[in-house]
Structures are given as C-alpha cells and as structure tokens.
C-alpha cells in the first residue's frame, strides 16, 4: 500500500473538509459543497501551496498532484499557467470537477457539443467565457463538461481542480480545416 502524502496544517485541514464535502452522492450537491469548500479556503487570500507546486513551466501549464484521496473518491490538482498558456478545447472523461483561482486571472470558456458525442467528428459552440480571479470558482458535471482554460494575463496564474476520481485521460479537440473538431484521446500526467 502506499504510503499517504504528507502535507503542511492548512493543506490537510483543505483535505479534510474536501473528504466531508464529497460524501455526498447527488453531483450537483457534491460540486457545490467541493465549491464552496475552495471559495472559503483559496478566497482567504492566505498562502498555502509550496513554491515547487506552484512553478511554471517554461512551455506549457504545469500538472501537480496535490492529494489523490486514498478512497478514490476524488483528486486534487495544482495547475499552474504562464503568460498566454492554454489548454485546448477538452472534456473531464466523464468525471465531475470544481476548478479554482488561487493566484492570477484565469479565462474558462464553455462550449457545448452539437450532435452525437460518440461521432468521429465534432461541433461545438462558444457558450460562456468567464474571467476568474482569486476565490472564483466553478464546477463542470457531465455532460456539461467541454471548455477551454486559459491564463488571461501576463502574470502567473495557478488553479485548484478537484476532480470526482482519478482524471488520468481526457479527449481533446482540435479544430479541423472544414469547421469541425477532431478528437483524441489522451494520458494525462503530473509534473515534478
């Protein structure tokens, strides 16, 4: 069995409420209690990650595992954004999630999936964009799951995402020449 991750106090207290907040069964009620969770803890404006989790990378946003609940239940991530880093257009694998500004401006865009979403060709339209800055966060449950987040200034940015297991793949989408989106799937993975 492996062995716990050990954490700074204001970590394991995020982890605590956490594991309260995800006990409940019903999605919508889930999210808003992860949600609320985060906007209470981040919103406080208080320090609580490391340096090293917070470090951007030169190339493209960062991926840090911060708790992977030993219950399956429910994942946290650092993701940490440099000047104009993205991700592409992309769902959660079915997966419920809470994302969370703690440092920066994020941009998250919502688009939703016209047609079949087992096709081989997708469309989708821009539904909301939404600039988030310290505390905001928002929750995404299937099938209500495709965006794109994007660091919206020149300053690092770094977010908080809870997801409802363990998100270690999506599909992203790529744009195609005859206005549709291509998808792929892919294995996602954490940084040092």
């Known amino acids: 069995m492996a062995q716990a ?6 970590v394991e207290a995020l982890i605590r ?18 949600k609320r969770v985060l ?4 919103g406080r404006g208080e320090a609580f990650l490391s340096a090293a989790s917070i470090e951007p990378h030169p190339d493209r946003y960062a991926r840090r595992l911060l708790h992977r609940d030993p219950d399956g239940r429910y994942t946290v991530v ?8 993205q991700t592409p257009v992309h769902d959660h694998a079915g997966l419920w999630c809470v994302e969370c ?9 919502s688009f939703s999936l016209l047609g079949d979403p087992d096709g081989d060709r997708f ?17 995404l449950i299937p099938p209500f799951e495709y ?13 908080i995402h809870v997801y409802g297991g363990d998100m270690d793949w999506g599909h992203r989408f790529d744009p195609d020449d005859d206005g549709t989106w291509i998808r792929t799937r892919c294995r996602l993975s954490f940084d040092g």
Do not use: S
Not at 5 to 10: G, L
Not at 101 to 107: D, H, S
Not at 123 to 139: Q, S
Not at 147 to 159: D, F, L, Q, S
């Open 123 to 139: 469309k989708f339209r821009p539904e909301t964009a939404v600039r988030a800055v310290l505390g905001d966060a928002g929750a």
């Open 101 to 109: 500004v703690y440092q920066g401006t994020i941009e998250v865009t």
């Open 39 to 42: 906007e209470e803890i981040v």
């Open 147 to 159: 965006h794109r987040i994007a660091n919206a200034a020149a300053a690092t940015a770094v977010t």
């Open 78 to 85: 650092v993701m940490t954004w440099g000047a104009g880093q």
């Open 5 to 10: 991750m050990q954490h700074p106090p204001p």
């Open 17 to 34: 409420r956490l594991d309260v907040a995800v006990q409940e069964t019903c999605p919508q009620r889930c999210t808003g209690g992860v």
